[in-house]
């Protein structure tokens, strides 16, 4: 099984602190957790005292969120979702930072682990929040950038190279315009972009940042219509912060005319010789593959991927190889090999609810012994203000009382965490069961897309031997130690069909 490297976030209010909640508890909890899984803790994000309503500036947040970007680590633990944000909004985009970086969000509480079908489950309704949330703010923005737009007035960003803004009009900026001119010129001579490019740069023009002009830049100015005095508004749309650029249908842009730094005639001989440089480009499709990520290479433990439309999945270190077909087919088999054992199934099942019943029972003693120090510690601190005690003894049973709730935080903290590890390993073991048995007989009938679900959604790896593959599915019922996994492992065909 793969090791995960994941982070722990602790985030307790001062009055939480103050009702016995520490820090310390929510980190046991998560620890325990962590372990069960066979995953490595290797950040903590402490929040201690931070207030929810806002968290997405902290130094800790951000720190968090780079992690998560750079791949540090791959999922995050917390004890609840109102740990991680109590602002709606926040928790929508911390959701779908983690949703866009492949990384796993794991509530214990809540028992909502994303890297789990039943915690997808999750990400997929809050991104339907987020989906709808996104679209009436653009329906809102969209209706003001509109009534702008027809005005002809300002709507937002910089002015084009070249142009610049003044008195709500788009004018030649005097000392960009030349330049923007001298592209035009220089690329109907070249009829190339790199060489004006290149041009441009050796005679010292740098763009309005100050960086030299690349390629892209070029052409998207020798695109931009703004040249030969015919400005565009309200042409292109983004769904958010760091989306890319997006043009809207063309009957609902709007034009309106400004002063033109080039000839119409010239402006219309370089587009011509884009379209046509454009017509001799057929760039071919994308390959799709199914177990993308997913094969790994038996002898050096390198992913293996499908290269120049190959049907095979080949290593790129040793060249060992392997048909997409042969890997498909021993797949769909042990589908119907792991799902085939009622008993087996059932057994499997029954076990782990009873082990959640046992932690379920230990946690509830407890709590009653909890419940019962706490009495005896009012009992002591009523003895101390009626003079009954002496202050000498009231601290010392005050604080051996403490001692016991701390152990008995700890204790309480260490089977929840163990618990919420069983009970999301249990969902997704029966959802997977339910729903994977058949998947056999409807196999050829299904998708591509649906495939690769299916594939992402039960698959840890599968490892390509020389003369084996073994495929290890995600919580089926296991002959492995740490039960997260089950291993089949099946002879390879003659390495003559592998060549």
Not at 184 to 195: S, W
Not at 403 to 415: C, D, P, Q, R, S
Request: glycine share 8%; with cysteine.
């Amino acid at each position: 099984m793969v090791t995960k490297n994941v982070g722990v976030w602790i985030r307790v209010s001062t009055e939480d602190q103050a009702r016995g909640d520490s820090p310390n508890i929510h980190k046991t909890r998560a620890e325990q957790y962590a372990a069960f899984k066979g995953w490595k803790i290797v950040e903590v994000y402490d929040l201690s005292g931070v207030s929810g309503k806002a968290v997405m500036d902290h130094p800790e947040t951000q720190r968090m969120l780079s992690d998560i970007k750079s791949g540090r680590i791959s999922a995050l633990l917390f004890s609840k979702l109102a740990r991680l944000a109590r602002n709606t909004r926040e928790l929508l985009e911390f959701a779908e930072i983690f949703r866009v970086h492949d990384a796993g969000l794991v509530s214990l509480q809540e028992s909502i682990d994303t890297s789990t079908p039943s915690g997808r489950l999750f990400y997929t309704m809050i991104a339907a929040m987020a989906q709808w949330e996104r679209e009436e703010i653009v329906d809102r923005v969209k209706a003001a950038v509109l009534t702008r737009a027809k005005m002809g007035k300002r709507v937002a960003g910089a002015a084009p190279y070249g142009y610049q803004w003044g008195d709500g009009l788009m004018i030649p900026h005097p000392d960009e315009a030349p330049v923007r001119a001298l592209i035009y010129e220089l690329f109907a001579e070249y009829q190339r972009k790199g060489p004006v490019a290149r041009t441009i740069n050796e005679r010292g023009y740098r763009t309005r940042r100050g960086n030299e002009f690349a390629v892209q830049t070029i052409q998207h100015m020798l695109r931009d219509p703004t040249a030969k005095g015919l400005r565009r508004s309200n042409y292109t749309w983004t769904e958010g912060r760091g989306a890319s650029v997006q043009l809207k249908p063309k009957e609902e842009w709007e034009w309106h005319p400004c002063e033109a730094i080039v000839p119409v005639e010239l402006w219309e001989r370089c587009n011509a010789i884009l379209d046509a440089q454009m017509r001799g480009k057929k760039p071919g499709p994308r390959g799709r593959y199914l177990f993308a990520g997913k094969v790994i290479c038996g002898h050096d433990g390198a992913t293996m991927y499908v290269l120049n439309e190959s049907p095979k999945f080949v290593c790129r270190k040793c060249r060992n190889k392997m048909p997409q077909a042969d890997v498909e087919t021993v797949f769909r088999t042990q589908l119907q090999t792991f799902f085939s054992s009622p008993d087996e199934i059932a057994d499997y099942l029954n076990s782990t609810h009873e082990e959640i019943d046992a932690k379920c029972k230990q946690i509830g003693v407890l709590e009653r012994d909890r419940a019962a120090v706490i009495a005896d510690r009012a009992k002591v601190l009523r003895g101390y203000l009626d003079d009954k005690i002496s202050m000498d003894r009231f601290g010392q049973l005050d604080g051996e009382a403490e001692e016991h709730l701390e152990k008995i935080n700890t204790g309480i903290a260490v089977l929840e965490g163990k618990l919420a590890a069983l009970r999301v390993t249990s969902d997704s073991s029966e959802e997977i069961i339910l729903n994977a048995r058949d998947l056999y007989g409807r196999w050829e009938n299904l998708s591509h897309e649906d495939k690769n679900s299916v594939i992402n959604s039960i698959t840890e790896t599968i490892v390509i031997g020389a003369r084996d593959i073994a495929i290890n599915l995600h919580y089926v019922p296991s002959t492995q130690d740490d039960g997260n996994y089950m291993q089949n492992t099946f002879s390879l065909l003659p390495s003559g069909s592998r060549k």
